[in-house]
Structures are given as structure tokens and as C-alpha cells.
């Protein structure tokens, strides 16, 4: 009696878990269909660089973590969505779509501390950026990402160089 207790018991769990573990591959794809979307708001051209060889290719050049946010946690669109903002930097394309308000303190590039010329106007400080809306951002990211380019850009919070 007990061996046929034991062995329903052992059928009974290994179908358990065989159940959960489709459970747990469904709620992998959903979260991962979920950050994909994410993903696509931040930059509607995510498609095409994911199949890009190009993108591929820089990715393997660069460090551990931003192949770790690519590959390793895909679920973490914000990770990816950065990584993707480093990418079109250094490849010079200049339409970002991603209305993140730190996206321009994580771009390196050459910074003044103080505008040299009446242009002032062109030249934004990293805590304007930090102080715009979501919306605001997204309207003048074309504008922020020129000055930084241009070197007339302030990190007056990071104090990045």
C-alpha cells in the first residue's frame, strides 16, 4: 500500500512540476513581451538595431555590463533603453526618440562651465534638463543632444568633465 502511495505521490509532483515550470517559461515571455514594449516606447526603432549585424557587432566591443543588460537582463527595458541611447551616440545618430530626462548626463562628451559668447541660449546646464518635463524633454532632446555634442553643455550636478 505505501509503495503505491509513494509512487502517486512521486507521479503527482513530477507532474506539479512539470506544470510549473510552463507556468514559469509563460510568465518569462510575458515579461519579456512587457519590457519589449516598454523598450519600443523609448525608441521606436528598436527593431530595426535589433537586427542589425552593426549593432551586434558594437555591442561585442563593449564592456561586461552593457552586454550583461543586453543579453543577461532582458527583462529591464530601462537598462536596454540606455544601453541603445549609448549606441546611437557613438554612432552619430542624432534622433533620439526617448523622453528619459537624464539621457543627456549619461553621454560623454566635452563640457564648458561657462558660455563664452552671447549664444547662451543654445547652451543648456544639467539641471535645466533635470528640472523639464517629460514632454518638454522629448520636444527639445534634438537640442540637447546638439549642445552636447557642440561642448556647450554644463554638468553643473554630476560635475562630470
Excluded: C
Aim: net charge negative; charged share 40%; proline share 2%.
Amino acid at each position: 500500500m505505501e509503495a503505491i502511495a509513494d509512487r502517486k505521490a512521486v507521479e503527482r509532483s513530477t507532474d506539479l512540476d512539470a506544470r510549473l515550470k510552463e507556468i514559469e517559461d509563460l510568465r518569462a515571455d510575458a515579461k519579456r513581451d512587457k519590457a519589449e514594449a516598454e523598450l519600443i516606447g523609448y525608441h521606436p526603432d528598436f527593431e530595426g538595431i535589433r537586427s542589425s549585424d552593426e549593432f551586434h557587432n558594437w555591442a561585442d566591443e563593449q564592456p561586461k555590463w552593457v552586454k550583461d543588460a543586453l543579453y543577461e537582463n532582458q527583462d529591464d527595458a530601462k537598462s536596454v533603453a540606455r544601453v541603445i541611447d549609448l549606441y546611437k551616440q557613438d554612432k552619430g545618430i542624432t534622433k533620439i526618440t526617448k523622453s528619459d530626462k537624464a539621457a543627456a548626463s549619461s553621454v560623454n562628451a566635452r563640457t564648458r562651465t561657462v558660455p563664452e559668447t552671447d549664444e547662451s541660449k543654445k547652451y543648456f546646464s544639467e539641471s535645466a534638463v533635470n528640472r523639464m518635463s517629460a514632454k518638454e524633454y522629448a520636444k527639445r532632446s534634438d537640442e540637447i543632444m546638439e549642445a552636447i555634442r557642440d561642448g556647450k553643455f554644463t554638468y553643473d550636478m554630476s560635475k562630470k568633465t
